[in-house]
């Protein structure tokens, strides 16, 4: 597993700052205007980089409304939708991707897509893009997969309802392919999903049984699965935003506005530091504090040759006697001078 690679600027992996994605997805409600203000919106809260989906609701199903076609889950937020109405609504048209990538690099974030078939992932590559994103429901989907790791950019693939096999083909498909920056998030394809769903140990599973590096796409609302998930060694987040939810959009509902993007950005910066290395001892920001420690006193004065008792030895703060430990083997003992009281024990 390399610990960490390089995508434009920004450095992607173990020792590295959370590599934070925020999903635009349909947030941009059909206007342009309102796409390249969630980039701004989304580079002033301080996020890496800035994601869109490429596809049109043709490369993605068919206009048919019969069973399978259609929505039919009362829990779900587009219940009663076709599949062709719902992605024809929610895609980003691609005559704006030039001008969302643009705004990116001059807001100084990391735009990028996921491709949905060859020809979007043809279309990227005219556009230049850094790296590419799966999508959970595509990680099945071997012969995109090989198509996009034959650009040789760094990849990220959702592992969203995927088994062992299935994440193992889709790894494997992959590397085979070419490529060789890859990282998988943990995600769970529930929207909104609940923090009970998340399985954050999976993290630790995926990048021990994969050799990659691993991230969370988090569906969740808030921002405490993700501090946790990079407390335990999640190098990307993605979540999907919005300007605000109350504007609606297919995904507002369960997208971050930029008060709260700006604090995710904050803390996972914090927990990532936070987590550190194994140590023991005091550390180099403790050592002012050593002196605070019990250690052992003479409490009461006390002449040349006179023994200590429990009386004339305690175990007080300061820190500068000798160490409490030894307490049983001093007392009885005499001491070889005067001493005043409140003089640290020594041997």
């Known amino acids: 597993m ?26 941009h409600n059909g206007s342009l ?46 219940n009663g939708r076709t599949l062709h109405d719902l992605y ?17 690099r001059q807001k100084g974030v990391i735009g990028f897509s996921t491709p949905f078939d060859a020809t979007a992932v043809d279309f990227l590559e005219n556009l230049r893009v850094p790296l590419y994103k799966i999508a959970s429901f595509e990680n099945i989907d071997i012969p995109l997969i ?21 994440i193992g083909e889709a790894v494997a498909a992959a590397r085979k392919a070419g490529c060789r920056d890859l990282v998988l998030l943990k995600c769970t394809s529930a929207y909104p999903a609940q923090p009970s769903s998340a399985n954050l140990s999976t993290i630790a599973d995926l990048r021990q049984r994969f050799g990659c590096l691993v991230g969370v796409s988090d569906h969740t609302m ?26 609606g959009g297919v995904d507002s509902a369960f997208s971050m506005e930029p008060d709260e993007m700006s604090a995710l950005v904050r803390d996972a910066g914090a927990a990532s530091v936070s987590v550190g290395v194994p140590t023991y001892g005091a550390s180099k920001a403790e050592k002012g504090s050593l002196i605070f420690r ?27 006697g000798l160490a409490p430990k030894f307490y049983s083997g001093l007392i009885g003992r005499a001491v070889k001078r005067d001493v005043a009281r409140g003089t640290p024990m020594s041997w």
């Open 2 to 27: 390399k610990p960490a690679f390089r995508v434009s600027d920004r450095s992607v992996g173990l020792g590295a700052p959370p590599f934070i994605i925020a999903e635009m997805s349909g947030n």
């Open 294 to 320: 019990r250690s052992l006193y003479v409490v009461r004065d006390m002449k040349k040759g006179e023994r200590l008792t429990k009386e004339s030895l305690r175990s007080i703060r300061p820190g500068y």
């Open 146 to 166: 090989q198509r996009v790791a034959a650009t040789k950019k760094p990849m990220i693939i959702s592992t969203g309802m995927a088994t062992t096999d299935e």
């Open 88 to 104: 024809h609504e929610a895609h980003t048209p691609w005559e704006w991707h030039k001008a969302i990538f643009d705004r990116c």
């Open 33 to 78: 205007d309102r796409a390249l203000a969630i980039v701004d919106a989304a580079a002033a809260s301080g996020v890496s980089a800035l994601k869109i989906q490429t596809y049109t609701a043709d490369t993605m199903t068919i206009a048919v409304d019969r069973p399978g076609f259609k929505i039919t889950d009362p829990m779900s937020l587009w």
């Open 222 to 247: 808030g921002t405490a699965v993700s501090i946790a998930a990079v407390a335990l060694g999640a190098v990307a987040i993605e979540k999907h935003f919005t300007i605000r939810r109350q504007d």
